[in-house]
């Protein structure tokens, strides 16, 4: 869709997500990803431990959800598997430290967020629509310096359509009336879309493979794919 096409004269509130939207997420998971392939070199080689990791991840997300705390449990699983139960106690150590050390990161926002923020502000409600664990974006929030700028935080189990629905009544405002702003087209965009909202989606250099979608399930429409997040001001009328 070109930018002209893109009017989206109805919003009231826009939705941010949070990870790889508002502050930097992902290469987190792929640095702790890549020290854990080497604590477990002797066991099996790397696209290995991936695939085993990403299968424990997805048997176990109906019982643990998104976030880090979920993230370490899949990784001790899969260390447990791939070395046939020789892991030792030390190196499981070495991965609960690596989780830990992951959660304490200090977030760094992406160029441009505050900016945005503060322009957006003006005219519309700002919320942030995040999936994840509550403890871990609570404090990512807190520590961002950009919770001011958001009239409501919603920390989603998931992003499909019944959640957007729930979060729409919350709002209480029609899907006509949402533009949701992420980078993923699988959680962000689709959903919003198909209950007849919009979204801006910004692409993030990395994305989990959970979260990339067939091109045949783009939704036609109603959303626009922009580089970055400056210009959302301009794309909402709101200059750059
Ligand atoms: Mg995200």
């Not at 991936?50 to 643990?64: A, D, F, G, I, S």
């Not at 404090?139 to 958001?150: C, E």
């Not at 399930?217 to 970055?228: A, M």
Request: net charge negative.
């Amino acid at each position: 869709m070109r930018v002209n096409e893109f009017q989206p004269h109805t919003i009231k509130v826009i939705g941010f997500d949070a990870d790889d939207t508002l502050w930097v997420n992902e290469p987190y998971y792929r640095e702790t990803e890549e020290k854990f392939c080497s604590l477990l070199a002797e066991y099996a080689g790397a696209g290995e431990i991936n695939r085993r990791l990403y299968e424990v991840e997805m048997n176990n997300m109906e019982l643990y959800g998104y976030g880090t705390k979920a993230f370490m449990l899949s990784l001790i699983e899969t260390a447990i598997q791939v070395s046939d139960g020789r892991i030792t106690p030390a190196a499981i150590s070495e991965i609960i430290q690596m989780g830990k050390a992951q959660i304490a990161l200090k977030n760094s926002l992406l160029p441009g967020v505050t900016d945005v923020l503060d322009r957006l502000s003006e005219r519309y409600r700002l919320i942030v629509a995040t999936k994840g664990d509550l403890l871990d974006q609570e404090r990512k929030l807190k520590n961002s310096g950009i919770s001011g700028y958001f009239h409501h935080i919603e920390i989603m189990t998931d992003k499909r359509e019944d959640n957007y629905r729930k979060l729409l009544g919350h709002l209480d405002i029609n899907a006509g009336e949402f533009l949701m702003v992420g980078n993923s087209l699988r959680s962000d965009v689709i959903p919003v879309v198909n209950l007849g909202g919009y979204a801006i989606h910004i692409p993030f250099h990395i994305t989990w493979q959970h979260e990339t979608v067939d091109e045949g399930e783009l939704p036609e429409g109603r959303y626009i794919s922009v580089d970055s997040i400056h210009e959302v001001s301009a794309l909402m009328g709101l200059g750059q």
